[in-house]
């Protein structure tokens, strides 16, 4: 019992120091502010009721944001729609843009990536986890978190470029 209590403590704490980060993630795929708290409150209740099944405490944030993304792609399934985003309600989403997204043009540019590519990106540079930890919560091999990433970039700085593109010919 007293394991358990201290494993409670512990999960309460990760909870708490990552739900910004874990709402993030969450609306990294529904792009939807009420879907993605939704769908945190729903990962925080099974965390809870699975809590017995961690084995290593070590690992309870990565094995939190694991069921965040699970959660979220169970979500996805069921509502099969896809959200655009417009500028406006894009700013309302992210208050803090000066803070985690330097500029508009790098917010849109992410948001028009695949999924695969977004949610790898804003995990690494965003969220500052590591790519074994990436791997460990996607429930996706080494290799290919690597190669996502990297493709991920490559297409970003495509379409940074291509946004920079409209804004000179717009101004010219």
């Not at 874990?22 to 809870?48: C, G, M, P, T, W």
């Not at 996805?76 to 894009?90: A, F, T, W």
């Not at 490559?154 to 101004?171: D, I, S, Y």
Request: include cysteine; hydrophobic fraction near 35%.
């Amino acid at each position: 019992m007293r394991g358990t209590k201290r494993l409670e403590k512990l999960l309460i704490q990760c909870i708490t120091d990552n739900q910004e980060n874990a709402y993030r993630l969450a609306y990294s795929y529904v792009r939807n502010k009420e879907d993605a708290l939704d769908i945190v409150q729903d990962a925080i209740h099974k965390a809870f009721l699975s809590m017995e099944k961690l084995k290593q405490t070590g690992s309870l944030r990565s094995w939190f944001f694991r069921i965040v993304v699970t959660t979220s792609l169970d979500y996805l399934r069921k509502q099969r729609r896809v959200h655009v985003m417009d500028d406006e309600h894009l700013e309302l989403v992210l208050p803090s843009s000066q803070d985690r997204y330097p500029n508009l043009d790098l917010a849109r540019s992410l948001e028009e990536l695949p999924e695969k590519y977004r949610v790898v990106i804003i995990l690494r540079y965003f969220e500052d986890m590591k790519i074994e930890e990436i791997a460990d919560v996607l429930q996706e091999n080494l290799s290919t978190v690597k190669t996502r990433l990297y493709q991920g970039l490559q297409r970003l700085r495509v379409n940074l470029g291509e946004h920079e593109q409209e804004e000179e010919h717009q101004l010219g």
